[in-house]
């Protein structure tokens, strides 16, 4: 678990800041420089300022105001985001094909926002590339661990992976570490399409820098494609200074009342502006004041989809653009009928697509907003200003920021981190949930456990990653009778109780497909976005206080249309505090899936439970042999 995984000593960082930072530069000499505006498309390349000369060029809030117009080139480790604005001629209806991807992690030090850190990167660049495919290809993906220290996975969010469970990429579930210096090649065929990423599954990891965006298309969304010209890929996310086994091992310390690391920043498409003069000259942190805001570089009068990816550890964030409604046309992969709104909420790990229509006054350029929800925080931090903005520009000018007729919506902020409210969200291609045949309440709570260490707990079980072999082995000799014992306790519907106590693993469709109900119940403060990895589940009902048995049995459990047709589906939903949320799925997928909150702190104390599905098939499959491998290097 993550208590093995040492901060990265400092002696490893590859390469040296740039020089022409300067330590805790505080605001006033200014020069902002646009980059890479080549075509007026795509995620600009950022507004930046640097140590220029030109001290009458700030805000009277103290904001940066661009000035320049020279090109300045990337850091050698940023991504260029022009890669994350997709090609619209891309041809949606070929052949299926086998696409080959290379990842190579490794650490380094970076400063997405200017402030210097340990992080991690993916092929030496931050944030991942984009991986874009067809339904119906295959995709091979070699990931080569350069890390020192630290074992990797990479997990496919939302990524069915029928039949191939063992390149779900999850560490103690569906493998083993990938170990340093080595490799491991993902080969699957992706059988959905929509808005993924995907991210290391391995301890914290992925907060470091460890993810990517993985867009899917396929010929079924050729209506959706008549809703917009252009689409482009937008990461929200929060952002901490310190490597997140610092955060966690604070977070996991005794007595510290379930208290989450607070991020001290955010970032959109992995950079945003922060104020270094709020770090104090003995705060040790080395600062660049040379980052500013994203520029989303636009023309005018045209629609572009935003594929927003809350790529963060903690904070849902609300997202808005001034004086621009969003038409909310997809959910987790799911197309939905266009639905308006002013503020978007988008919790970790969740996907939306927003059709945003640049036809406003183009006189000024605008800001992009996303708000943390900060209510969500038990903490707080010194540094964090909560709104992380980009600008949006078809003006004609990118370099200008918004003037004062770029106005923020006047909507209540939400006082609760929750969904966007699905009744409003309507499946474009309409699947009503057969009937259920079988429900499992899980209920999860935080509590103070043994040595006062603060853990949360599944059904009483705090998870906890096995070591040197999987569930997903275990089961698969257990079933086969590869291991001693009685194959028999392995196939069951209900708790598989052959596992180690860490480990919450309920059985269906031991024998045939069944349609599972999950009553997530939480008795738990904080809000809480559970995935459940291999499916897309319906959401069926929330609420809090009391379930109404009498209307499940009667309504719910047997698909009553009046009750339940074509509800939403998706494979991330948040639980509000002390509250529950039914959902369905069909166990049509042989392996064991992870069912557990996204907010890294939370699953690493241990919001994990598990389904093992389809114990006939399971008993028959083979794990491949570079799999087993992993658990014995
Ligand atoms: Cu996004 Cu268990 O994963």
Same mark, same amino acid.
């Given at each position: 678990?993550?208590?093995?995984?040492?901060?990265?000593?400092?002696?490893?960082?590859?390469?040296?800041?740039?020089?022409?930072?300067?330590?805790?530069?505080?605001?006033?000499?200014?020069?902002?420089? &646009?980059?890479?505006?080549?075509?007026?498309?795509?995620?600009?390349?950022?507004?930046?300022?640097?140590?220029?000369?030109?001290?009458?060029?700030?805000?009277?809030?103290?904001?940066?105001?661009?000035?320049?117009?020279?090109?300045?080139?990337?850091?050698?480790?940023?991504?260029?985001?022009?890669?994350?604005?997709?090609?619209?001629?891309?041809?949606?209806?070929?052949?299926?094909?086998?696409?080959?991807?290379?990842?190579?992690?490794?650490?380094?030090?970076?400063?997405?926002?200017?402030?210097?850190?340990?992080?991690?990167?993916?092929?030496?660049?931050?944030?991942?590339?984009?991986?874009?495919?067809?339904?119906?290809?295959?995709?091979?993906?070699?990931?080569?661990? @350069?890390?020192?220290?630290?074992?990797?996975?990479?997990?496919?969010?939302?990524?069915?992976?029928?039949?191939?469970?063992?390149?779900?990429?999850?560490?103690?579930?569906?493998?083993?570490?990938?170990?340093?210096?080595?490799?491991?090649?993902?080969?699957?065929?992706?059988?959905?399409?929509?808005?993924?990423?995907?991210?290391?599954?391995?301890?914290?990891?992925?907060?470091?820098?460890?993810?990517?965006?993985?867009?899917?298309?396929?010929?079924?969304?050729?209506?959706?494609?008549?809703?917009?010209?252009?689409?482009?890929?937008?990461?929200?996310?929060?952002?901490?200074?310190?490597?997140?086994?610092?955060?966690?091992?604070?977070?996991?310390?005794?007595?510290?009342?379930?208290?989450?690391?607070?991020?001290?920043?955010?970032?959109?498409?992995?950079?945003?502006?922060?104020?270094?003069?709020?770090?104090?000259?003995?705060?040790?942190?080395?600062?660049?004041?040379?980052?500013?805001?994203?520029?989303?570089?636009?023309?005018?009068?045209?629609?572009?989809?935003?594929?927003?990816?809350?790529?963060?550890?903690?904070?849902?964030?609300?997202?808005?653009?001034?004086?621009?409604?969003?038409?909310?046309?997809?959910?987790?992969?799911?197309?939905?009928h266009p639905q308006s709104v002013h503020r978007?909420?988008?919790?970790?790990? @969740?996907?939306?697509?927003?059709?945003?229509?640049?036809?406003?006054?183009?006189?000024?350029?605008?800001?992009?907003?996303?708000?943390?929800?900060?209510?969500?925080?038990?903490?707080?931090?010194?540094?964090?200003?909560?709104?992380?903005?980009?600008?949006?520009?078809?003006?004609?000018?990118?370099?200008?920021?918004?003037?004062?007729?770029?106005?923020?919506?006047?909507?209540?902020?939400?006082?609760?981190?929750?969904?966007?409210?699905?009744?409003?969200?309507?499946?474009?291609?309409?699947?009503?949930?057969?009937?259920?045949?079988?429900?499992?309440?899980?209920?999860?709570?935080?509590?103070?456990?043994?040595? @006062?260490?603060?853990?949360?707990?599944?059904?009483?079980?705090?998870?906890?990653?096995?070591?040197n072999t999987t569930t997903l082995i275990s089961?698969?000799?257990?079933?086969?009778?590869?291991?001693?014992?009685?194959?028999?306790?392995?196939?069951?519907?209900?708790?598989?109780?052959?596992?180690?106590?860490?480990?919450?693993?309920?059985?269906?469709?031991?024998?045939?497909?069944?349609?599972?109900?999950i009553l997530l119940y939480s008795l738990d403060?904080?809000?809480?976005?559970?995935?459940?990895?291999?499916?897309?589940?319906?959401?069926?009902?929330?609420?809090?206080?009391?379930?109404?048995?009498?209307?499940?049995?009667?309504?719910?459990?047997?698909?009553?249309?009046?009750? &339940?047709?074509?509800?939403?589906?998706?494979?991330?939903?948040?639980?509000?505090?002390?509250?529950?949320?039914?959902?369905?799925?069909?166990?049509?997928?042989?392996?064991?899936?992870?069912?557990?909150?996204?907010?890294?702190?939370?699953?690493?104390?241990?919001?994990?439970?598990?389904?093992?599905?389809?114990?006939?098939?399971?008993?028959?499959?083979?794990?491949?042999?570079?799999?087993?491998?992993?658990?014995?290097?």
């Amino acid at each position: 678990m993550a208590a093995d995984q040492a901060p990265l000593a400092k002696e490893l960082s590859p390469k040296p800041p740039r020089p022409r930072g300067r330590l805790l530069v505080v605001s006033g000499a200014v020069t902002v420089v &646009v980059l890479a505006l080549a075509l007026g498309l795509g995620l600009g390349l950022g507004l930046r300022k640097n140590g220029g000369s030109n001290p009458s060029a700030s805000s009277p809030t103290g904001e940066p105001l661009p000035g320049g117009g020279s090109t300045t080139k990337l850091e050698d480790w940023r991504l260029d985001i022009r890669q994350y604005t997709l090609d619209m001629k891309w041809d949606i209806s070929a052949p299926p094909v086998t696409r080959h991807f290379d990842l190579i992690i490794s650490e380094g030090q970076g400063w997405p926002d200017g402030v210097v850190r340990d992080m991690l990167f993916i092929n030496g660049k931050f944030p991942g590339p984009l991986i874009e495919a067809n339904m119906g290809d295959r995709l091979v993906v070699n990931v080569t661990n @350069q890390l020192t220290k630290n074992a990797t996975a990479i997990h496919w969010h939302g990524i069915f992976q029928n039949g191939t469970n063992w390149y779900d990429g999850t560490t103690g579930i569906t493998q083993c570490g990938i170990p340093p210096g080595k490799s491991f090649v993902y080969n699957f065929t992706v059988e959905q399409f929509g808005t993924y990423w995907y991210h290391s599954h391995y301890s914290t990891q992925y907060s470091d820098g460890i993810f990517g965006p993985l867009v899917i298309h396929a010929p079924e969304e050729a209506n959706a494609r008549n809703l917009y010209d252009h689409d482009q890929i937008v990461l929200v996310q929060d952002w901490y200074h310190d490597f997140s086994t610092v955060n966690l091992d604070t977070y996991l310390a005794p007595d510290n009342e379930n208290s989450e690391p607070v991020p001290d920043n955010g970032l959109i498409n992995g950079m945003a502006y922060f104020n270094c003069s709020l770090y104090g000259a003995d705060s040790g942190r080395i600062c660049y004041d040379n980052n500013t805001y994203s520029v989303l570089s636009l023309e005018a009068d045209k629609r572009y989809r935003l594929r927003l990816i809350n790529t963060g550890s903690f904070a849902e964030f609300e997202f808005s653009v001034d004086n621009h409604s969003l038409s909310v046309i997809e959910a987790d992969g799911v197309l939905v009928h266009p639905q308006s709104v002013h503020r978007l909420p988008i919790h970790v790990a @969740q996907r939306y697509s927003a059709v945003l229509t640049t036809n406003a006054s183009h006189s000024t350029n605008y800001w992009l907003r996303a708000e943390m929800v900060t209510f969500c925080f038990t903490g707080t931090s010194p540094v964090l200003d909560p709104t992380t903005k980009a600008v949006i520009s078809y003006s004609g000018n990118a370099t200008i920021l918004p003037s004062e007729s770029s106005v923020d919506w006047s909507d209540p902020r939400l006082t609760i981190c929750q969904d966007l409210d699905e009744s409003k969200l309507v499946p474009a291609v309409e699947k009503s949930p057969p009937p259920a045949t079988t429900l499992w309440r899980i209920d999860f709570s935080f509590g103070i456990g043994d040595h @006062q260490l603060d853990r949360a707990k599944v059904n009483g079980t705090i998870w906890s990653p096995l070591i040197n072999t999987t569930t997903l082995i275990s089961a698969v000799d257990g079933l086969s009778g590869k291991a001693n014992g009685n194959a028999s306790a392995w196939a069951v519907d209900g708790q598989v109780s052959s596992f180690s106590a860490d480990q919450f693993v309920v059985g269906v469709s031991a024998e045939a497909v069944e349609v599972v109900d999950i009553l997530l119940y939480s008795l738990d403060e904080g809000s809480h976005p559970f995935h459940l990895h291999g499916h897309q589940f319906w959401i069926l009902q929330k609420g809090s206080g009391p379930f109404d048995w009498g209307n499940y049995y009667t309504n719910i459990k047997p698909s009553d249309p009046r009750t &339940v047709a074509n509800a939403l589906r998706r494979d991330t939903l948040t639980i509000e505090p002390y509250a529950w949320a039914l959902i369905r799925f069909v166990a049509d997928n042989p392996g064991l899936w992870a069912l557990h909150c996204h907010i890294t702190w939370h699953m690493e104390a241990g919001l994990l439970a598990q389904f093992m599905s389809r114990a006939d098939v399971l008993r028959t499959m083979e794990v491949p042999r570079d799999v087993r491998a992993l658990c014995s290097s």
